[in-house]
């Protein structure tokens, strides 16, 4: 069972940036950001599947948002720039160990792992 501990959620203002951390231990297939505000459906943010690099976003975060990770001993971070209100919510890190099609690649229900969560509140 791969362990996921979040961290760097915090408030920020409208245009501002923030950088999330993701401690993994266990390993794993793919890793990815979902997030999820009052009174909405969990989303995937971003995702990368750790064996090739390849990497997934969400059009609404596009060209925003980064995920990386430097190796498979190291944290996973999302880097969020020029953030807005609508970037609200509490952010997830989520693992899963096997291969699956990359048209899953934001489906929550395909990742067995997940971390507590880390609260982003982005002010106008």
């Known amino acids: 069972q791969v362990q996921l501990v979040e961290s760097g959620g915090g408030s920020v203002q409208a245009g501002g940036s923030l950088r999330l951390t993701c401690a993994v231990s266990?390993?794993?297939?793919?890793l990815a950001w979902f997030r999820q505000a009052p009174g909405k459906e969990r989303e995937g943010v971003a995702a990368?599947?750790?064996?090739?690099?390849?990497?997934y976003y969400a059009d609404s975060v596009k060209g925003r948002f980064t995920i990386s990770r430097a190796d498979a001993r190291s944290p996973l971070y999302l880097q969020m720039d020029r953030m807005e209100p609508e970037d609200t919510a509490m952010y997830y890190c989520?693992?899963?160990?096997?291969?699956?099609?990359?048209?899953?690649?934001?489906?929550?229900?395909?990742?067995?792992?997940w971390g507590q969560g880390t609260q982003v509140t982005v002010s106008s």
């Open positions: 989520a693992a899963d160990a096997a291969p699956k099609s990359a048209t899953v690649v934001f489906d929550s229900r395909e990742y067995t792992s």
């Open positions: 266990g390993y794993t297939w793919r």
């Open positions: 990368l599947i750790t064996s090739f690099g390849t990497t």
